[in-house]
T-cell receptor, first 118, second 111 residues
Framework: DSGVTQTPKHLITATGQRVTLRCSPRSGDLSVYWYQQSLDQGLQFLIQ???????AKGNILERFSAQQFPDLHSELNLSSLELGDSALYFC?????????????????FGPGTRLTVL | EDQVTQSPEALRLQEGESSSLNCSYT??????LFWYRQDPGKGPEFLFTLYSAGEEKEKERLKATLTKKESFLHITAPKPEDSATYLC????????????FGQGTTLQVKP
């Protein structure tokens, strides 16, 4: 158990709908990361938050958005869902912001949310 | 462009048959190379971080090594419970927390 929690575990929805995925980081971790894993793309970085502020963006679609709240939990919002958005969505957390090499920047992953868009 | 390539894609071993997994990387200014284990439908489980060439780390039957261009994950006398996908990742050059992952090596250890 990494200490990172994600809800829900599974989500089945229809095209065009909107869903919210939730993540609680490990106690003491300030950075939260979101990743998408699909069979053909592997693990892809979406976005990073540090202590409530957006710090880095990856290949995140405009239909997707995220935020980190004052209690450090994070939510990933996916809207206008398409069949191709079906994937595993992982949240990870670390103590640090990520800059100099440090164990503070090691990322620990949650169990994921499996999203199926029908 | 930052890139991570893992080989082989799949590896089948008999229990007790030692082998190595390869991770080749291209990144400006390595800030850490990470190994994870992932079981089907589960989140990646952190194994090791390596920071500089020549560094080695061990955990049970696993040993990770690092050179300036690649990392190896050596598996000594594997057991069926070592069956999983092993992922390698590096921090990108952009000085953020973004991890760039390889496609993984799926290891199957038969009893």
């Amino acid at each position: 158990d990494s200490g990172v929690t994600q809800t829900p575990k599974h989500l089945i929805t229809a095209t065009g709908q909107r869903v919210t995925l939730r993540c609680s980081p490990r106690s003491g971790d300030l950075s939260v990361y979101w990743y998408q894993q699909s069979l053909d793309q592997g693990l892809q970085f979406l976005i990073q938050y540090y202590n409530g502020e957006e710090r880095a963006k990856g290949n995140i679609l405009e239909r997707f958005s995220a935020q980190q709240f004052p209690d450090l939990h994070s939510e990933l919002n996916l809207s206008s869902l398409e069949l191709g958005d079906s994937a595993l969505y992982f949240c990870a957390s670390s103590v640090g912001l990520a800059g100099a090499p440090s164990s503070y920047n090691e990322q620990f992953f949650g169990p994921g949310t499996r999203l199926t868009v029908l | 462009e930052d890139q991570v390539t893992q080989s082989p894609e799949a590896l089948r071993l008999q229990e007790g048959e030692s082998s190595s997994l390869n991770c080749s990387y291209t990144v400006s200014g390595l800030r850490g190379l990470f190994w994870y284990r992932q079981d089907p439908g589960k989140g990646p489980e952190f194994l090791f971080t390596l920071y500089s060439a020549g560094e080695e780390k061990e955990k049970e039957r696993l040993k990770a090594t690092l050179t300036k261009k690649e990392s190896f994950l050596h598996i000594t006398a594997p057991k069926p419970e070592d069956s999983a996908t092993y992922l390698c990742a590096v921090h990108g050059s952009s000085n953020t927390g973004k991890l760039i992952f390889g496609q993984g090596t799926t290891l199957q250890v038969k009893p």
